[in-house]
Each structure stands twice: as C-alpha cells, then as structure tokens.
C-alpha cells in the first residue's frame, strides 16, 4: 500500500474504545507519527513474562520484534556517528556508539518518553529482568516502528527522538573512559600484578550477565557487572579504581 495512502487511512482510523485512543495518543506522542497497526505496538509493549499463546502454538510476546529493533537501532546509530565523524578512527566509533546503545542508556531514555508506563509484564514473574525491560521494550518499539512506517521514519525517529534528544554526543566523546586500561596502567606504574576473573554467568531469560573481579597481589579487588565479559571487566575495574581513590 503507497504511504501516502497510509496516511490517509490513519486519520479515520483512530480507535473508538477508550483504551485503545489512550494507547494511540501515547504511541503517537512516543514516536512523533499517527502509528497504522495498532496491535504492532501492542505486541511491542508485552514482555515475555505476560505472553499468550497464539492459535499457532507460539507465545506472543515483543521478543521478535526486540531482536529487530536491536539490529535497526544499532545500524543507524553507527550510520549517524559514521557521517557525523568522517575522520575518526574505527575504535572512536565504536566506543560512542556503545555508550548510546547500551543498556543502561536504552533503559533511562525508554522511561524518559513514557515507554515504562505502557509495559505488560508480571511482577511475579521469575523471567522478569527489571535490568533490562524497558531497554528491550524500546527496540521492540522501534522493530514496530520500522514495519508500520518504514525506514525513512524509523530512521528519523531514532535520530530526532532517541539520539538528538536524549545525548549530547560532544559531551560523550569528552566522557569517554577505558577503565580497565587505566588500571592496568596504574598496576604497571606501581608494579603490582593485576589479574581479571569470570567469576560466574547468570543467565537471565535469554540474556547473559557476567560477574568479573580484579586480583591485585593475588587479593580480590571489587566485583563488576555487565552483559559481556568486555563489560563486566570494565565495571570492575571502575568500581575498584572508584575504591582505591585512584583518578
């Protein structure tokens, strides 16, 4: 169907029961745009722990669309550091797209635009992961964004609504912090002898968290947490230069 069509069709489509405009008003505020299929959103919004099964057999929830998401934010986010630094080497990159679509990050901008208040979930639930609902219910919201509306939008609404509205991507290259590397400097410095550990691998529902720890002198150090090795080793080494007052 030709989008302009869409888009006709959207004005006199708008839901007639209360909760269904309710959701619509808050979607269209969300993404900036009159959202087409309704029930995209829907399945966006409904974590794993407050799934049906379908009349195929398979439990409906936003984890298909989460794993979309996840592909199309982290392509264009790379696309937009790409064109904004044409002379930066490949490490910058990274490093400033990382620290735009970790966790932590996805989490506090989805409860800055109001995702947190459309959520399904169980409070009971064992699958539910509090560390990473609203994160993977963000790039849920833009798997759906991407099949209701396309690319270009999609596109745009990760730009204008995610990236230039909630990082000041100057202030990110001025905060950038190899943790791990300043540690390994300092215990080069002192002449201690410094070693990293996976302690353990938590496997919460279909993500992995891993526990590291730093050894100094054979004496374990703080503990670190991430959902990878590379992660959990950074968070300890932050949290143990944070302990030893080391700047």
């Not at 596109?155 to 791990?180: S, Y």
């Amino acid at each position: 169907m030709p989008y302009f069509l869409k888009i006709f069709i959207s004005l006199f489509n708008v839901p007639t029961k209360k909760e269904d405009r309710d959701f619509y008003k808050a979607i269209k505020v969300i993404t900036g745009r009159r959202p087409f299929n309704l029930s995209l959103y829907r399945l966006a919004m409904k974590h794993s722990s407050a799934a049906y099964t379908s009349t195929r057999g398979l439990k409906e929830s936003n984890e298909r669309l989460e794993y979309l998401g996840d592909s199309i934010l982290g392509m264009i986010v790379a696309e937009f550091l790409f064109t904004r630094f044409p002379f930066k080497e490949e490490g910058f990159l990274t490093e400033i797209r990382s620290k735009i679509v970790n966790r932590e990050s996805l989490n506090e901008v989805s409860k800055k635009i109001g995702i947190n208040d459309l959520i399904q979930f169980h409070q009971a639930s064992k699958s539910l992961s509090p560390k990473s609902i609203y994160g993977d219910s963000l790039e849920a919201l833009i798997g759906a964004v991407y099949l209701d509306k396309g690319f270009a939008p999609c596109r745009q609404f990760i730009v204008k609504k995610i990236i230039n509205a909630h990082f000041d991507v100057e202030d990110l290259i001025h905060t950038i912090t190899n943790h791990k590397s300043r540690i390994i400097e300092w215990a080069q410095k002192e002449n201690r002898e410094l070693a990293f550990e996976i302690l353990e691998i938590n496997q919460e529902n279909k993500n992995k968290q891993f526990v590291a720890q730093i050894f100094i002198d054979g004496a374990g150090q703080e503990k670190g947490y991430g959902f990878s090795k590379k992660k959990a080793e950074q968070d300890a080494a932050r949290t143990t230069l944070e302990k030893l007052g080391i700047s």
